[in-house]
């Protein structure tokens, strides 16, 4: 079964300043909650940041598992979230880490939407809600029984698209969403 994907704007909020949030879902009557979560926005210039920690991935593609624990997991809560973080204290995160840029080829199926949640989102999930993922679309993300022709700008890598609508509009006006840039 597809599930729904859900955006929010936030406006108005001040350059490198750290947030806390949460997440509703259900209905008044049986409200479900998550969080608290935390993220820090970037700073701006004139903000005295001479640094920033980038984690950076590519080709992830198969979900693999070492020790019973999915390699992304691995990653995020054995590594990134042990040494730049406070494991015990998540939201360390969101200021230790600017981002997590993930360079394609995020699973090898990119036209099965169960594996999103298997091999990436879900393995990265106690990181996420911390730190933004900054994606960008491999290969894999257009192979599959959705692969077609660039030209096809309205079905090439169709999941992933569905998941990243909302990235900046100021890369390529002939390929939307191939590229963009932040700043």
Known sequence: AD???FFADLKGL???TLYEYAVVTGNSNAP????????KTW????DDVAQAKFVVIAD????????GMKVMQRIAENGVMQKDCDINNPQTCASNVAGFILAGDFTN???DRPRWNEQVFGPLAKLLAHVPLIPSAGNHEYDGSLAVKLE????????????????PSNGSTKHPLHWYALD
Do not use: C, M, T
């Open 32 to 39: 479900k909650l998550a969080g608290p979560y935390h993220f």
């Open 60 to 67: 992830s593609q198969d979900g693999r598992s070492i020790n």
């Open 43 to 46: 700073p701006k210039a004139g």
């Open 3 to 5: 599930v729904s994907i």
């Open 14 to 16: 001040e350059s490198n």
């Open 109 to 111: 199926w990119a036209d």
């Open 152 to 167: 096809e700008s309205d079905k090439w890598a169709i999941n992933y698209r569905k998941y990243f609508a909302r990235l």
